[in-house]
């Protein structure tokens, strides 16, 4: 089963933490990313921009109309990103629990559709 | 000779045990041997093709991947004194085809094989991946290309694998006993997982991205082969063929499912249903009546039925009563309270219903859900059941269930 993991902020929230703790943040980060690579189950792990980078992009005359984004005014946006394909919903709630900072603040998990056929 | 990609491609699946099982035999070290037998195989279906079969196709293979493992140990800087061992080891009877009287020792390396790919410390991912690359004979890039999953992570969780059985000691022995009853359950439980991975989407190129189901079928048939004695590896076969006979039936053309009720009937495949209905009463006299036996006969008595009404209800209530005894599971128990509303009305199926939900899980679950739609909608509760379909199409996370299931919803609460 696949699942997608999501982890919000914002600038205050990035803001906050002491230029001296990135190196150790980011190390737990990727510390979390190794582990579940190596067990096969972490297919992705990407990290996402500022929301000032973020765009709109609608068609007009058959051309790109380019206008800032994100499309929802929020309080926080996405800040990363994780695709998992593991046994269960169990085992995905497990690993999201181990992310490094899932004490603090809460991480997204959404199922993911699949193709099965069941037969009814 | 000439060989089309297809024949040469079966030939190697047939093959890749035999060779992997007299490389482990004679080395040890499953993970090197296991690398250099898909090596060998790889070798093999790039050259078959245009250069057509060798004499010996078996011998051809293990001499390959003996080199290959010989090139592995020297590249690892291992003794030089396993090298030769290697050189030494290789009997030319290898490099024949197996005399009449190996038989015997040939079955229990591949069942051992088989055990060992289904370790219990292996998670259920990692069994099915390592079964179907060291014992099917699948590439990883095949492998991962029917779970729809970058080869890299299929590489890692194969690998992973490997570690964890050289770490548990695989020792290429036969477990005996209780033992052997609980490992044999543990792989007839993978080969389910196989057949039950719905993940092909579609019926695309089998050579790329092989058909699961159609996998599960070929292994467990072989461990029937090895096993003929055995009524669950039998009941395993049976409710494979039975529930596949039903596959080309179950799908629209467009992709859309279609429910048991609604099936031509006339496209169930008759040929796999007479050998699943004659796997499963031959093994259910022979005593030891498991799970997979009691849902083939369930799966069996379906398949006989020439309609939905004509389906002998009670027969399959009984065989889910018995079922439930065998192997207590919520989603059987869901099953069966369908039947129960079959033979004695949907009042009674809900009751029956009515008592899952104590499980919170259960009742959030959209199988229970669309269950009670079901029933409610037989008992002319109409919009309870629209409601029903609704919430259940919310829940499933299978694409073409969760279409299925709105389009009830909307069939039985026309909008405005």
């Known amino acids: 089963m696949k699942y997608l993991m999501l982890i919000y902020g914002n600038q205050e929230k990035w803001a906050s933490v002491r230029a001296d703790q ?59 990103f994780y695709l998992l394909d593991c046994e269960s919903e169990e085992r995905a709630h497990q690993i999201a629990a181990d992310m490094p900072f899932a004490d603090v603040d809460p991480v997204e998990v959404w199922p993911i559709l699949h193709e099965a056929k069941p037969d009814l | 000779m000439t060989v089309s990609r297809g024949e040469v491609e079966g030939l190697l699946r047939e093959l890749a045990p035999q060779v992997l099982t007299a490389l482990v035999r004679r080395n040890g070290q499953f993970h090197l041997c296991e690398d250099a037998s898909q090596e060998a195989l790889l070798a093999a279906a790039q050259q078959w093709p245009s250069g057509g079969l060798p004499d010996n196709p078996r011998g051809w293979l293990i001499t390959v991947a003996s080199r290959r493992l010989t090139d592995q140990i020297r590249s690892e800087q291992s003794r ?13 009877s290898e490099l024949l085809g197996p005399p009449a009287d ?33 014992v099917g004979g699948l590439s990883t890039a095949q492998i991962a290309a029917a779970f729809g999953v970058p080869e890299a992570t299929m590489a890692q969780r194969i690998s992973r694998a490997k570690q964890t059985i050289a770490g548990a000691g695989f020792d290429f022995s036969m477990p005996s006993g209780a033992e052997r009853t609980e490992r044999l359950r543990a792989v007839l439980h993978v080969l389910y997982l196989v057949f039950n991975e719905g993940y092909t989407a579609s019926e695309g190129d089998t050579l790329t991205v092989p058909a699961l189901s159609q996998e599960a079928i070929r ?14 590896v039998a009941g395993l076969l049976a409710l494979m063929l039975l529930t596949d006979a039903r596959r080309t039936a179950r799908t629209r053309p467009d992709g859309s499912l279609v429910p048991l009720a609604e099936q031509d009937r006339s496209r169930w495949d008759q ?17 030891e009546v498991g799970p997979y036996q009691l849902q083939a006969a369930i799966a069996a008595v379906h398949d006989e039925a020439t309609t939905m009404a004509d389906t002998d209800w009670p027969q399959i209530l009984g065989l889910y009563d018995l079922l439930e005894l065998a192997a207590p599971n919520p989603f059987t128990a869901l099953n069966r309270a369908v039947a129960v509303a079959m033979v004695r009305g949907p009042a009674a199926g809900l009751e029956v219903i009515a008592a899952l939900e104590a499980d919170k899980r259960m009742a959030r679950h959209h199988r229970l859900i669309a269950a009670r739609a079901y029933l409610r909608e037989l008992a002319g509760d109409t919009a309870a059941a629209a409601a029903d379909y609704l919430d259940a199409a919310r829940r499933a996370t299978s694409l073409p269930e969760r279409r299925y299931l709105a389009l009830q919803a909307s069939r039985l609460a026309p909008s405005g």
């Open chain 2, 271 to 287: 040929a796999k249903i007479a050998e699943g209905v004659a796997l499963v009463t031959g093994a259910l006299p022979r005593g």
């Open chain 1, 22 to 80: 990135w190196s150790e943040v980011i190390a737990r980060q990727d510390a979390f990313n190794r582990k579940y690579r190596e067990t096969g189950e972490l297919i992705g792990a990407y990290g996402l921009a500022d929301e000032i980078q973020a765009r709109l992009i609608r068609r007009e005359n058959g051309q790109p109309a380019v206008t800032d984004g994100p499309y929802l005014e929020t309080k926080e946006y996405i800040a990363s």
């Open chain 2, 80 to 92: 030089r004194a396993r090298e030769e061992q290697i050189a030494v080891a290789t009997p030319p």
């Open chain 2, 102 to 134: 190996a038989e015997h020792a040939d079955r229990d390396d591949s069942l051992a094989l088989l055990f060992g790919c289904c370790h219990p410390h292996l998670s259920p991912p990692s069994q099915i991946a390592l079964t179907l690359r060291a």
């Open chain 2, 219 to 232: 292994l467990t048939r072989w461990l029937h082969r090895l096993l003929p004695d055995d009524g669950e």
